[in-house]
């Protein structure tokens, strides 16, 4: 390795399998966000046909999906403390490497992560029968219950702070 700043190295100074290590994270995090979006198929959305009878019901959902992720790169270099040096020529030792005869070091590292969620409600169910045909919504009546206490509780704090005046 020189002993030149990354920065300042030609191409053919650098260790292309050191990179391909760097960059491995990255092809994770393109697979991980496609096995994310897999979920948010048209098959999630309407589910398998049932038919009973003359009538045909297809469930229907809604579909969240999201995604993020992080990546990062750096290098440096930079001469050792002289206490440190002792210890690093060991490490070095232990490991069979060479230590820089001029206490100059330098590295390159990187790393990333990431993360995604998909969720699914149910929504509707289409109705297909020979009268026609027509959407059934599914209604969430705890949503609804827990919407309207909340609802509700923000509107005796307002009135409670209403009543005790400005500045109380």
Same mark, same amino acid.
């Given at each position: 390795?020189?002993?030149? %700043?990354?920065?300042?190295?030609? *191409?053919?100074?650098?260790?292309?399998?050191?990179?391909?290590?760097?960059?491995? %994270?990255?092809?994770?995090?393109? /697979?991980? +966000?496609?096995?994310?979006?897999?979920?948010?198929?048209?098959?999630?959305?309407?589910?398998?046909?049932?038919?009973?009878?003359?009538?045909? !019901? !297809?469930?229907?959902?809604?579909?969240?999906?999201?995604?993020?992720?992080?990546?990062?790169?750096?290098?440096?270099?930079? #001469?050792?403390?002289?206490?440190?040096?002792?210890? /690093?020529?060991?490490?070095?030792? *232990?490991?069979? /490497?060479?230590? %820089?005869?001029?206490?100059? =070091?330098?590295?390159?590292?990187?790393?990333?992560?990431?993360?995604? #969620?998909?969720? +699914?409600?149910?929504v509707a169910v289409v109705v297909a029968s020979p009268e026609g045909v027509w959407v059934e919504p599914i209604v969430d009546w705890t949503k609804i219950g827990l919407a309207a206490l909340t609802t509700f =509780?923000?509107? !005796? =704090?307002?009135?409670? #702070?209403? #009543?005790?005046?400005?500045?109380?």
């Amino acid at each position: 390795m020189s002993d030149k %700043p990354v920065s300042e190295m030609d *191409e053919s100074a650098v260790n292309l399998e050191a990179i391909e290590k760097i960059l491995a %994270p990255v092809k994770d995090v393109g /697979q991980a +966000a496609s096995n994310v979006l897999e979920g948010t198929s048209v098959v999630a959305v309407y589910g398998k046909a049932v038919k009973q009878g003359d009538t045909i !019901i !297809i469930p229907t959902a809604e579909v969240l999906a999201g995604f993020g992720f992080g990546y990062g790169v750096g290098s440096g270099s930079g #001469r050792m403390m002289e206490d440190d040096e002792e210890e /690093q020529a060991v490490e070095a030792s *232990e490991n069979e /490497q060479d230590t %820089p005869s001029d206490g100059v =070091g330098s590295g390159v590292g990187g790393g990333g992560g990431g993360g995604g #969620r998909t969720l +699914a409600r149910p929504v509707a169910v289409v109705v297909a029968s020979p009268e026609g045909v027509w959407v059934e919504p599914i209604v969430d009546w705890t949503k609804i219950g827990l919407a309207a206490l909340t609802t509700f =509780g923000f509107m !005796i =704090g307002t009135l409670a #702070r209403m #009543r005790k005046g400005p500045g109380a």
